[in-house]
Nanobody
């Protein structure tokens, strides 16, 4: 099992910034992908950004140029720096950790609320 602990959510005004963190522990592996997804009320969960062990990143078009994902492999931690926040960024943000070991293993954090006021 892999445990994920998120932090850094909160309330911010439009145009502001927040930084989310997610630390993985337990049966972590060297080759993995970590990422952030979000779910707004009444909407499906959607990808925000991912980063693999080599540092390759992928972003949703809606956050490109505003959000930056990064990771510290020594700490098994992924970060999401969110700048120029918009009210439509309001959602619960979930950390994700996945890797392949005989089969795809997929873990989720408990979620952290991000609220952007206009």
């Amino acid at each position: 099992q892999v445990q994920l602990v998120e932090s850094g959510g909160g309330l911010v005004q439009a145009g502001g910034s927040l930084r989310l963190s997610c630390a993985a522990s337990g049966r972590v592996v060297s080759f993995n992908a970590m990422g952030w997804y979000r779910q707004a009320p009444g909407k499906q969960r959607e990808l925000v950004a991912t980063i693999n062990s080599s540092g390759s990143t992928n972003y949703a078009d809606s956050v490109k140029g505003r959000f930056t994902i990064s990771r510290d492999n020594a700490k098994n931690t992924v970060y999401l720096q969110m700048n120029s926040l918009k009210p439509e960024d309001t959602a619960v943000y979930y950390c994700n950790y996945k890797f392949f070991r005989l089969k795809l293993e997929d873990y989720w954090g408990q979620g952290t609320q991000v609220t952007v006021s206009s």
